[in-house]
Every structure is written in structure tokens, then in C-alpha cells.
């Protein structure tokens, strides 16, 4: 599975932005699809996950209630919609694939990865 994401940008606070990830390969459905940022001097963290059929999600506490993560298995597409933008979302955005039937917020289980697009949000 090869992942391209795009969608990054700059964006005042409390803006909005919509990341995509689109990917290449017939078992796309087969994947949990996940969103990870990596700060500046920080590790890369779990953002949220979408399973790959029943479509059950999971959020990072950090932004619940603000990013919506959803697929399209027809498309091949994982996208990541951010409202409420806070200077502290502010990262670069990976999106990961997962051969697994449920959701795990660990890095290192994920097999495939995305290139990466940053998001920057001005205070």
C-alpha cells in the first residue's frame, strides 16, 4: 500500500482545514487508516483511527470534538476534516495503514506510511 496525503496549509486559529490521503492497492478496505502528527522536538503522536469496514473511529483526547476522520473504501481515500484550529495542532500530518481489525494509537504497529503534510496554525 503506497499513502499520499495532501490537504496541509497554513491557517488562523480556529480555522479549518481537510486533510486527504489517498491509497494505492486493492486491500485499502482491509486497512484500519490512521492520522499521526509529529511537532517540532516532539514524538510523533496518535491523532485518530477509522476501522476498515464498520468505519468504528477513534479520537486523541487532544482533538475530540474538533477532527472528524472518515474513508471512502470505493475511493481509496482516508480523509481528516480539522475545525476549531489551535496554534498547538500545528505539525506535520502523516497518515498510516494498519493490517489489523482494530484500532491501535501505537506508531510502530502501523505498516504503511504516508509522506507527510504540514499544517501550521497562526495565533
Known amino acids: 500500500v503506497q499513502l499520499q496525503a495532501s490537504g496541509g496549509g497554513l491557517v488562523q486559529a480556529g480555522g479549518s482545514l481537510r486533510l486527504s490521503c489517498a491509497a494505492s492497492?486493492?486491500?485499502?478496505?482491509?486497512?484500519?487508516m490512521g492520522w499521526f502528527r509529529q511537532a517540532p522536538g516532539k514524538e510523533r503522536e496518535f491523532v485518530a483511527a477509522?476501522?476498515?469496514?464498520?468505519?468504528?473511529?477513534y479520537y486523541a483526547d487532544s482533538v475530540k470534538g474538533r477532527f472528524t476522520i472518515s474513508r471512502d473504501n470505493a475511493k481509496n481515500t482516508v480523509s481528516l476534516q480539522m475545525n476549531s484550529l489551535k496554534p498547538e495542532d500545528t505539525a506535520v500530518y502523516y497518515c498510516?495503514?494498519?493490517?489489523?481489525?482494530?484500532?491501535?494509537?501505537?506508531?510502530?504497529?502501523?505498516?504503511?506510511w504516508g509522506q507527510g503534510t504540514q499544517v501550521t496554525v497562526s495565533s
Open positions: 498510516a495503514a494498519d493490517f489489523a481489525l482494530s484500532i491501535t494509537t501505537t506508531a510502530r504497529n502501523y505498516d504503511y
Open positions: 492497492g486493492h486491500t485499502f478496505s482491509s486497512y484500519v
Open positions: 477509522i476501522t476498515s469496514i464498520v468505519g468504528s473511529t
